[in-house]
């Protein structure tokens, strides 16, 4: 296992790797302006699953596949990105149905849980970026004389999807405070609907087009 002073170096870097804008924080901050609080929960949930799925690949070394091969990489991309488009165009087209369920005093979500988690899920698992990151970053926090490397690094993603779930609901929870506040205004839910929604879709050209 890592030892104490490589466990603390992980959980620190883990953490600044964590609050910098990316993808799953941009992702987690635009359902929660568009869909509200419980399905984005649920959400970063099914993105950091997504993530420990991608750590599992890398421990048993099937996630350098896609590092290595240009093809894969291309291919895992544009379908991530496609993915979060899609997303971004069906909030924008039902960004009335807040406003309506509002007015008919209707408290509930639109998204099933098992909905909910896999749209965080296919986000999470689809991130090439992540992949090559935790190849290049994991193997560095491992004790190589304590065997069982390959163990070592699942341990290790696991506790940074779990930190990742912390983090990315601390901005949820943000983010649906702001959306409560548009609630107020039914034209204001409009809005920040469509808002999330831009949002999603400029996240998804973004990593589309990245290289």
């Known amino acids: 296992m890592p030892t104490a002073s490589q466990l603390l170096a ?21 359902r929660a302006l568009t869909v509200g609080r419980r399905d984005a ?28 091969s240009a093809a894969a990489y291309t291919v895992v991309k544009l379908a991530g990105a496609a993915w979060v488009v899609w ?3 069906q909030a924008i087209r039902h960004r009335r149905d807040a406003r309506i369920a509002l007015i008919a005093g209707v408290g509930r979500t639109t998204e099933s849980t098992a909905r909910a988690l896999r749209t965080g899920f296919l986000v999470g698992v689809t991130n090439p970026k992540t992949i090559v990151f935790f190849l290049a970053f994991l193997p560095q926090f ?18 940074f999807g779990l930190m990742a779930v912390a983090s990315d609901s601390l901005w949820a929870l943000g983010a649906s405070r702001a959306r409560d506040w548009f609630a107020r205004s039914p034209r204001r839910l409009d ?3 469509a808002a999330g929604g831009a949002m999603m879709i400029g996240l998804g050209a973004t990593m589309a087009a990245s290289e």
Request: proline share 3%.
């Open 142 to 159: 491992t004790n190589a004389e304590a065997g069982r490397v390959g163990l070592q690094v699942a341990l290790l993603g696991l506790l």
């Open 87 to 89: 997303l971004g165009i």
């Open 10 to 30: 992980f959980v620190v870097a883990s953490l600044l790797f964590i609050q910098v804008p990316g993808p799953s924080l941009l992702f987690t901050i635009g």
């Open 191 to 193: 809005a920040m609907g």
């Open 41 to 68: 929960l649920l959400s970063v949930v099914g993105n950091a699953l997504g993530l420990v799925a991608q750590v599992v690949l890398v421990a048993v070394g099937l996630g350098a596949v896609v590092a290595q």
